[in-house]
């Protein structure tokens, strides 16, 4: 999306109405673009299947560890679960709860990443003081919107586009470190929410 606003700024610039340097104005939009939910999900989702393999491995009366993989692997890795570790039900619990750790990070991602596509659909509106981004050369050489009025909405814009991407990213930030330490958002300390907490309340 933020080329979207790129393209918008690209043809103030021509009008000699701004100047910008681009890469600043993508700047914290970097983590928001990089930023891969369908892999989170993935990795729960992978994580809840090892779990599941496991449990099954543990309970089941008929089928070995070994016989749950094909070939000479399943064997090496019933030995390598036998010498790695007695408790199998605590290593399926641990493994449990970081999959439904992912699970929730995925959707708190998928809920910032929401709000930061809908706060950028704004931003990147392609119509500048109710003019067609299109038209916009012509109104503005025919006097038809003031030239201040058009540069003073683009500033707008990159200004707001920074202010959405620092939040998000921040959000991000928050998330991943939860998922890191297995709490929310350490650094602000029990019962203080982060700013991503106070993104997903609607609160920034």
């Not at 299947?49 to 000479?72: C, K, M, P, Q």
């Not at 707008?156 to 991943?176: F, K, Q």
């Amino acid at each position: 999306m933020i080329d979207d606003l790129i393209m918008i700024l690209d043809v103030g610039a021509d009008l000699g109405l701004i100047a910008y340097d681009e890469t600043v104005v993508r700047a914290p939009h970097r983590d928001a673009e990089a930023f891969d939910v369908d892999a989170l999900a993935a990795d729960a989702a992978r994580l809840r299947a090892t779990a599941r393999l496991l449990d099954d491995a543990t309970v089941s009366t008929d089928v070995s560890f070994g016989d749950l993989w094909s070939g000479s692997g399943g064997g090496a890795a019933g030995i390598a679960l036998a010498s790695a570790t007695t408790n199998v039900d605590a290593v399926v619990a641990e493994i449990a709860e970081t999959a439904a750790t992912l699970d929730a990070a995925t959707s708190t991602v998928t809920d910032v990443m929401g709000r930061y596509r809908h706060a950028m659909a704004t931003v990147c509106e392609p119509t500048i003081c109710g003019i067609d981004i299109g038209a916009l050369r012509i109104s503005v050489a025919a006097g038809s919107v003031a030239r201040d009025d058009v540069r003073g909405e683009l500033i707008a814009r990159i200004e707001y586009a920074d202010t959405v991407g620092r939040t998000v990213t921040e959000a991000l930030a928050d998330t991943v470190r939860a998922v890191s330490a297995d709490t929310g958002a350490a650094d602000d300390g029990p019962g203080h929410p982060s700013a991503g907490e106070l993104v997903l309340a609607g609160r920034r």
